[in-house]
């Protein structure tokens, strides 16, 4: 009962150098395993390969084999691979094809050939052992990112696949939906058997549930096995993973409090008339650095949204005073946002346009382009769409492109989303240099409660449909 | 109408259209407009949701009444009515192109509002045996429409906070939202793929959609109706 990889040598493109370089492995069913390592070094790709998902949908094999329990994934047609191997996924905005929680269900069931008569009494058992039966009715658009992971999961139960795959499963939900997520999978590990194989750049959640870790590098997998109580902390820690109890150490200037910037009283948002938030007051400093935290589907994106625009508002949000819906067009850059998606943030066709678009109408517009794109090491690149970019360096010229503006406020949801240790590191020095040196307000939200701890000045959790300081 | 067939339903309701493609009377017109509202009211469409939604179409109603009164057939115009289907009487052409509006507007409410998307679309893979591909992928582009609208106005919102104005469908807007469409159609394939969709292979159905004798009685009784009143 295992996955055994031989000699895998894969590509994306022909002309490019392979992402996994004669990777041999073999990862045993009777154990939950964790494949982590930093950004781009092949683990997703070897996930990918092993869901049979690759080569079929992208990407080149150019030696070597990957079998699960004998058979290789990519030969079978969807509906037997299923029974094979399940997948989860990182975006669970992108999972699903029906319209409520209990049409996707049916959905799997109808995949499985499974009789008519059996279906609903198979959804209501795969709904309570996710805890989810109260959600069986929801459009599911209507849920939060870990009720969506939690349906997934259900899904998962369903089709009963031989080996689950999780592909960074946790990364945009709250610490207590990823707990009860992690166990239900220990569960399905230990009663029915099922192999349980997941990347991540987040160990925490895994602790106490996982059985070993395996650490993946410039597409080879590390010989180190080891076992979650016992982690090299250091070794992860330069690989760019993010260890738990592992302190980011950031190096910044202390924090000199300023005037108050933004200012929120009473602020309210709803949607489709249920409120989200109700009374959300605070005060954000020039200079300072806030992180906002605060569990799964409490509104912490829908008060960034009110804050960024994207969202009507009620109750005030006041920038130096001044409503911040009535700001005038010439005064909205004062309020710069990073999105989870650099991609969002994108305006302009190059690279060079997108910083130059903030710096319009200053004398030395392009010499300080040149300037910011060579300390992103972006220069090279200056010339070709912001959509080629890796995911790294998009992130990197979202953030510098903000940099160009006079902000007063950075409001950021999740910047270091899906991102390994290192890039979260790299992303937030920036921003919090930024805060520090131009006086910014910077917010953020984030999950990773170390992140918060180690960057901002203040924590504030959103609860109750209010924002309180922890 | 919500219980009737979807597919049946899409039948009838085109076959009332194509009568009234082809006949210039605005007393059909009239009594298909009334006869669609009488159905949504009985079938519990909420009356301040028909009210919004038949603002617009009232405007428009408004605007081919004054197109066809001032458009009549008379001295004026280069053509002579018995070349065309339009009428001497000014208020009575106006009347007829208001309607025409109307009843089409009506047709169309009937079938959006009292039919369930799921359904349909299950309907048409039975009925009109459309490709279970093109089915489920059709729901899928749905459920990610609501995500479509949240993008849009995402890029919208980066886009003022950069200090820069673009009218509802620049192309710089639109941009962002192929490259992401491209993106979500690869992940949700994917994603339908491991949940063991094929699209070529055997499934069994949870609902099951046929054709009741009400269907067809349905069908029948409104072509019949539009029939009786051309005359």
């Known amino acids: 009962m295992s996955i055994r990889i031989e000699h895998l040598k894969f590509t994306y493109f022909e002309d490019r150098k392979d992402i996994l370089c004669d990777l041999s492995a073999e990862f045993d069913a009777g154990e939950i395993t964790i494949l982590t390592g930093s950004s781009g070094c092949g683990k997703s790709t070897l996930l990918y390969l092993a869901a049979g998902i690759y080569p079929h949908s992208a990407g080149i094999r150019r030696s070597g084999t990957v079998s699960v329990e004998g058979v290789r994934p990519d030969s079978l047609t969807p509906s037997k691979r299923c029974h094979l191997v399940g997948m989860m996924f990182q975006n669970p905005e992108l999972q699903f094809c029906m319209d409520t929680v209990e049409h996707e269900l049916l959905f799997c069931l109808e995949n499985l050939c499974t009789p008519r008569e059996k279906m609903m009494t198979q959804v209501e058992e795969a709904l309570a052992f996710c805890e989810i039966s109260h959600l069986k009715k929801r459009t599911l658009h209507s849920l939060s990112g870990g009720e969506r992971q939690k349906v997934m999961l259900a899904c998962m139960t369903l089709l009963s696949p031989k080996w689950l795959l999780l592909d960074e499963p946790f990364a945009n939900i709250d610490d207590a939906s990823a707990r009860m997520i992690a166990g239900k999978l220990k569960e399905l590990n230990r009663t029915k058997g099922i192999g349980i194989l997941a990347v991540d750049h987040r160990l925490e959640n895994w602790l106490g549930i996982a059985d070993q870790v395996r650490v993946m590098e410039n597409g080879v997998l590390r010989p180190e096995v080891m076992d979650v109580s016992t982690l090299d902390g250091a070794l992860l820690k330069e690989l760019g993973v993010i260890v738990p109890g592992e302190a980011y150490e950031p190096e910044l200037p202390a924090a000199k409090p300023g005037e108050v910037v933004l200012k929120l009283r009473h602020l309210a948002v709803k949607h489709e008339n249920n409120p989200i938030f109700t009374d959300v007051n605070a005060d954000f400093r020039s200079g300072c650095i806030y992180a906002i935290v605060g569990e799964s589907g409490c509104g912490k994106s829908s008060l960034f949204g009110a804050l960024s625009g994207l969202y009507s508002y009620g109750g005030q949000a006041l920038l130096e005073n001044r409503e911040l819906r009535k700001l005038r067009k010439k005064e909205l850059g004062k309020v710069g946002f990073v999105t989870q998606n650099p991609q969002d943030q994108f305006v302009s066709d190059t690279v060079r346009e997108e910083i130059l678009v903030g710096l319009k109408g200053q004398p030395d517009a392009e010499a300080k382009t040149e300037e910011i794109l060579r300390g992103i090491k972006l220069w090279r690149y200056r010339d070709i769409s912001p959509y080629m970019l890796s995911q790294g360096q998009q992130r990197r010229l979202g953030v510098a492109a903000l940099m160009a503006y006079p902000c007063k406020a950075l409001v950021c949801d999740e910047p270091t989303y899906a991102q390994d240790r290192n890039n979260t590191a790299a992303i937030m020095d920036a921003l919090c240099r930024q805060a520090r040196e131009h006086g910014v307000a910077l917010i953020f939200s984030t999950h990773d409660r170390q992140l918060a701890k180690d960057y901002a000045d203040q924590i504030l959790e959103l609860k109750g449909g209010g924002l309180c300081v922890r | ?231």
């Not at chain 2, 017109?29 to 949701?49: D, E, Q």
């Not at chain 2, 053509?79 to 289907?85: E, G, Q, Y």
């Not at chain 2, 070529?200 to 046929?210: A, G, H, N, S």
């Open chain 2, 1 to 231: 109408m919500r219980t009737l067939n979807p597919a049946m339903k899409f039948v009838t309701l085109l076959c009332v259209t194509f009568v009234l493609a082809f006949r210039y009377n605005p007393v059909l017109n009239l009594a298909v407009f009334a006869l669609c509202m009488a159905a949504l009211l009985i079938s519990r469409v909420k009356p301040k949701t028909l009210g919004l939604l038949m603002l617009p179409i009232l405007l428009a109603a408004v605007g081919m009444f004054f197109t066809g009164y001032r458009f009549s057939a008379d001295a004026s115009m280069p053509v002579a009515a018995a070349d065309f289907l339009v009428s001497n009487s000014q208020v009575w052409n106006g009347v007829a192109q208001a309607s025409r509006v109307l009843a089409y507007a009506g047709v169309g409410f009937l079938f959006t509002l009292t039919t369930d998307r799921i359904l349909m679309v299950k309907s048409f893979e039975k009925q009109f045996h459309l490709p279970q591909v093109w089915a489920y992928g059709l729901l899928a582009a749905w459920g990610v429409f609501p995500q479509a609208v949240q993008e849009y106005k995402r890029t919208r919102a980066a886009f003022r906070a950069r200090g820069l104005s673009v009218f509802p469908v620049s192309p710089a807007l639109m941009k962002p939202l192929l490259v992401k469409s491209v993106r979500w159609s690869e992940e949700l394939a994917i994603a339908m793929e491991s949940k063991g969709f094929s699209g070529e292979e055997k499934r069994t159905e949870y609902m099951e959609v046929r054709v009741h004798a009400r269907d067809w009685l349905f069908l029948i009784f409104c072509v019949a109706l539009v029939c009786v009143f051309s005359i």
